[in-house]
T-cell receptor, first 113, second 111 residues
């Protein structure tokens, strides 16, 4: 089954404790991205990757890091989480060959205390 | 001004009603347009792409007006299962695959 998976789905952590949210897709998509969704602000792009070893900042990259060592994986790293990073996070992948439809993972609800 | 603007709603309609949402975008260079559907606490899913000539998929019709920079979504014969948030999405001028999402319009269909 074609899908994007994220882990963990739910996470409560404390300020400053490094964490990683994993994202993996099995559709051989070249493009992957991370979004956060907050009430009244909609989905905002954090980082994106056009292909392996190619990443770039989105609209709200502060406090986040990413890597793309393999085509299928695109982890999101919070080196020192803060309460303002409490949000719902979505990973997505797409391919120009498939009309640019973005396929989203199920989301990760993160709470930073 | 937001790059993509939508009325947040909620739109409360009875089953069987016809409802329309509009969305305006500010980037005249946008090339691709979409409507996504998002159920509560779930991931967004593509509902339909929006083409210049307008397009229809069952009860759903999407229209694009480039001159006025807005897109619309019409839902006929609303079902209870249509209750969701509808996200207007356009491509950014920074890249074909970068999408800009509106904040969504909430639809509630009641019996």
């Amino acid at each position: 089954e074609a899908q994007v998976t994220q882990n963990p789905r739910y996470l409560i952590t404390v300020t400053g404790k490094k964490l990683t949210v994993t994202c993996s897709q099995n559709m051989n998509h070249e493009y992957m991205s991370w979004y956060r969704q907050d009430p009244g602000l909609g989905l905002r792009q954090i980082y994106y990757s056009m292909n392996v070893e190619v990443t770039d900042k989105g609209d709200v990259p502060e406090g986040y890091k990413v890597s793309r060592k393999e085509k299928r994986n695109f982890p999101l790293i919070l080196e020192s989480p803060s309460p303002n990073q409490t949000s719902l996070y979505f990973c997505a992948s797409s391919s120009l060959l498939q009309g640019n439809e973005q396929f989203f993972g199920p989301g990760t609800r993160l709470t930073v205390l | 001004r937001k790059e993509v603007e939508q009325d947040p709603g909620p739109f409360n309609v009875p089953e069987g009603a016809t409802v329309a949402f509009n969305c305006t975008y500010s980037n005249s260079a946008s090339q691709s347009f979409f409507w996504y559907r998002q159920d509560c606490r779930k991931e967004p899913k593509l509902l339909m792409s929006v083409y210049s000539s307008g397009n229809e998929d069952g009860r759903f019709t999407a229209q694009l007006n480039r001159a006025s920079q807005y897109i619309s979504l019409l839902i006929r014969d609303s079902k209870l299962s249509d209750s969701a948030t509808y996200l207007c999405v356009v491509t950014s001028n920074t890249g074909f695959q970068k999408l800009v999402f509106g904040t969504g319009t909430r639809l509630l269909v009641s019996p």
